[in-house]
Nanobody, 123 residues
C-alpha cells in the first residue's frame, strides 16, 4: 500500500517562496514516480511537476518552469516542491501524487493522492 501526505502550504506574499513537502510510505517508494498537481478555486486540477524514479526524468508545466523545482530524497521517502517568485495565479490546493508509471502522472491519472495543502499568494 502506498500513501503520500503533503505539508508546507500557507500564506505567502507575491514574489515570495515556499517549499512543499511530501512523505511517502511503503517499501517501494524508490520505484515510484512522484508528482505535484494543483487545483485553483473554480478550476480543474492541473499538472505542476513530476520526477520519475530514474534520476533526471523531470517535467514541469509551462506555467511554473524556471520558478518551481521538484526534488526527492529517496532515503527518507520525501519529495519536495520548491516554489519561487510566487504569483497570485499560483494560489491553489497543491496535491502530492505517486504512481509506478511516470506516464500516468503526466496524464494526470496517478493511483495515489495526498489530501492536499493550500497555498495562498497575496499582496
Amino acid at each position: 500500500q502506498v500513501r503520500v501526505a503533503e505539508s508546507g502550504g500557507g500564506l505567502v506574499q507575491i514574489g515570495g517562496s515556499l517549499r512543499l513537502s511530501c512523505v511517502g510510505s511503503g517499501r517501494t517508494f524508490s520505484n515510484l514516480a512522484m508528482g505535484w498537481f494543483r487545483q485553483a478555486p473554480g478550476k480543474e486540477r492541473e499538472f505542476v511537476a513530476v520526477e520519475g524514479a530514474i534520476p533526471g526524468s523531470t517535467y514541469y508545466a509551462d506555467s511554473v518552469k524556471g520558478r518551481f523545482a521538484i526534488s526527492r530524497d529517496s532515503d527518507n521517502n520525501m519529495v519536495y516542491l520548491q516554489m519561487n517568485s510566487l504569483e497570485p495565479e499560483d494560489t491553489a490546493v497543491y496535491y502530492c501524487a505517486a504512481d509506478f508509471s511516470i506516464g500516468q502522472l503526466r496524464r494526470g491519472v496517478p493511483d495515489y493522492w495526498g489530501q492536499g495543502t493550500r497555498v495562498t499568494v497575496s499582496s
